[in-house]
């Protein structure tokens, strides 16, 4: 498991019991090594308040905890050492950030301050300190994080580095500070200890890394003590390249870790980005294409991948499936969630046990939280019956999965679809339910999961032919479309504009903020815009759905202009409403019921199948 941030670190930067059950669980999960995620060696080279550290000998009781919970798992407890060095915002920090030259972070802007001779010195020594508290601690291994745009990488880098000193300039200048810093490190724990280094081979930037020069920069710095090399990608501009999303192939990362491999060739390589199937995994090691394998959002989607994929059980790992909810979550929630796994962050509280009293449980929907709530459910124990009034079970994925983009989607309905027939949850397919069915089963408890439906706004014309929803668009009968208007440019308008772009049709989206995709992911919104762009996609912002004819939408600005925009199809994607009349109905028969995902309230997948968890572990 490589460097992953928890955000289960306390603002002083100790661990909590939940930091500890989180790295307790991975590692009972049964990979060779946990890399625990990067710890600030300076109290100014933090990224955030939520950043692990080991700037003091105060940290150290911590460590020593987690290595021990590693330890008795079965695990190499390993851990990442790390310098933001420009890559943090001042506020959390309460100073100008450290960086090689006068460049600012391009995502975080602001003014840096360029380091003095003395401060890159203090900067070595720091790390060697905190190599030194690694070993008190514990750790059997210790990786320097030179990748992902932090300082070590901004000094690799033509891109962040101007400096016309000995640190910078050639490849020799500006591989001279992590040179220094891996002297340091290996004279503080001896000629023996293993030391890792994590670079990012390249950066996809004017002037950024490129494998060639990563192989050169590796040649460099390796002969000062570095026995393993951890191949990654991507900086500050790039993030796409440092989590990628599942718009980006899988191991995509593997081509440049072999032309590494075969350069430096007595250096072990591991390798890591998007590779989230034990059978790639295999396949990369098997084909002598990397030394090692490093799955990070994989064991947050799953933390029993590694023991599953040793016994076979391939069916039952919950892939993960590159949405980057988890990215998402830590920034803009600052604590970590995961779409697939909704223990993620809450090991403890999502615990399963068994139930002592089993109900007969009726769950209605099939949608991710009905199928989630039922299979939870039945692995307690209780006896559970599920009602999809469609002929296929995935609600509202499959509709999320029809893009060639998003067919990792498919895994999660996939998952689910296994669980329920694995806990031997019973299916009635295309059995719409109502509220004298519900009286004749009499069940004990009765879960509703009927999720939303598209709304409409109430417009002149919105029951013209010419209107459609999405889900009419994407899996209803096809029909012949070049001009298509989409009203409506959150992450399902903007993804049908993709999907639609994709296959040749014209494309406008009509969004009533001054932005589009404002809910979406980041680094997905990023790769999607670009690709909006590319297929020229027309994009009309501030503007919103005033009537439609047979001919097209009229769209009305925000001073009360009036623009008619021609089409032969017009979308609607403004979001949906609960599908909850059955709810109201239900309470008065029963006293207990219950409400799940989209039919309490419209929102993503995650909590739908974060409800289905909860009420699935609480009966
Ligand atoms: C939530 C999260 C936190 C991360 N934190 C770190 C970190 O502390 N150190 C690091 O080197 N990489 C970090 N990464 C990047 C991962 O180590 C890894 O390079 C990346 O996720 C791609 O690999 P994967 O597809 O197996 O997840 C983080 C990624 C995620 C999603
Ligand atoms: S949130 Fe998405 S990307 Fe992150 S671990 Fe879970 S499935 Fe993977």
């Not at 718009?247 to 995509?252: G, I, S, T």
């Not at 007595?266 to 098997?286: K, T």
């Not at 014209?506 to 670009?530: C, F, M, R, S």
Request: hydrophobic share 40%; charged share 25%; with cysteine.
């Amino acid at each position: 498991m490589p460097g992953l941030a928890s955000f289960l670190i306390e603002n002083d930067g100790s661990y909590s019991d939940k930091t500890i059950e989180h790295y307790r669980l991975r590692a009972a999960g049964g990979p060779s090594m946990i890399i625990v995620e990067a710890h600030g060696v300076a109290p100014e080279g933090i990224v955030s308040r939520h950043q692990a550290r080991i700037y003091d000998d105060r940290f150290i009781d911590g460590l020593s905890r987690i290595v021990a919970v590693i330890k008795a798992e079965g695990s190499i407890p390993a851990i990442q050492i790390h310098h933001a060095g420009r890559q943090v915002p001042a506020r959390i920090i309460k100073r100008k950030p450290f960086a090689p030259s006068t460049l600012p972070c391009p995502a975080i802007k602001g003014d840096v301050e360029p380091l003095t001779i003395e401060g890159i010195h203090k900067i070595i020594r720091q790390f060697g300190d905190a190599a030194e508290r690694a070993v008190q601690a514990g750790f059997e291994l210790i990786e320097i994080h030179g990748a992902h745009g932090y300082l070590i990488n901004q000094f690799l880098s033509r891109f962040s580095n101007i400096r016309e000193d000995e640190y910078g300039k050639g490849i020799a200048g500006r591989a001279r500070f992590a040179r220094e810093i891996i002297r340091e490190v290996r004279g503080r724990v001896g000629k023996d200890f293993p030391i890792s280094f994590k670079i990012s081979a390249q950066e996809f930037v004017p002037d950024g890394l490129t494998t060639e020069e990563t192989i050169s920069i590796l040649k460099l710095i390796v002969t000062e003590g570095v026995d393993i090399v951890q191949v990654s990608a991507g900086n500050d501009a790039t993030p796409e390249w440092i989590c990628q999303p599942m718009f980006m192939k899988k191991a995509c990362l593997v081509d440049s870790a072999e032309k590494i491999k075969a350069a430096l060739k007595d250096i072990p390589i591991m390798v890591v980005g998007r590779i989230n199937d034990p059978l790639i995994a295999e396949a990369i090691i098997s084909e002598g294409k990397a030394d090692l394998v490093c799955m990070g959002r994989g064991l947050l989607a799953d933390p029993e991948l590694p023991r599953k994929a040793q016994e076979g059980r391939l069916d039952d790992i919950r892939i993960c499936i590159a949405c980057n909810t988890c990215m998402q979550s830590i920034f803009r929630k600052g604590r970590i969630e995961c779409l697939v796994n909704p223990s993620l962050g809450r090991e403890k509280e999502m615990e399963i046990h068994p139930t002592s009293s089993p109900k007969n449980i009726m769950v209605i929907g099939g949608g991710p939280g009905g199928l989630n709530v039922a299979s939870t459910l039945a692995k307690r124990g209780h006896n559970v019956f599920l009602y999809e009034k469609e002929s296929v079970l995935g609600g509202q994925l499959i509709l999320g999965s029809v893009s060639v983009y998003k067919k990792e989607m498919l895994h999660l309905i996939d998952f689910l679809k296994k669980q329920i027939k694995k806990y031997n949850v019973t299916c009635h397919m295309k059995s719409e339910v109502n509220i004298d069915m519900i009286k004749e089963i009499n069940p004990d408890v009765v879960i509703i999961a009927t999720g939303s439906i598209p709304y409409k706004p109430p417009v002149d014309g919105i029951n013209l032919p010419i209107v459609a929803t999405v889900p009419e668009i994407l899996y209803g009968v096809k029909t012949v479309m070049k001009d298509v208007i989409i009203i409506g440019g959150g992450a399902t308008g903007c993804e049908v504009a993709l999907e639609l772009s994709e296959r040749g049709i014209h494309v406008i989206i009509v969004e009533q903020l001054p932005n589009i995709g404002t809910q979406i992911e980041a680094i997905t919104k990023k790769i999607i815009l670009e690709k909006l762009r590319k297929n020229s996609v027309r994009i009309l912002t501030e503007h919103r759905l005033s009537k439609v004819s047979e001919k097209g939408a009229y769209v009305t600005d925000k001073n009360g202009n009036h623009v008619f925009l021609k089409g032969d199809k017009v979308i609607i994607a403004v979001g949906n409403s609960p599908n909850n009349s059955l709810f109201e109905e239900v309470k008065q028969i029963k006293k207990e019921v219950y409400q799940i995902g989209d039919c309490l309230e419209v929102r993503s997948a995650k909590e739908a199948i974060y409800e289905g968890a909860y009420i699935g572990i609480s009966i």
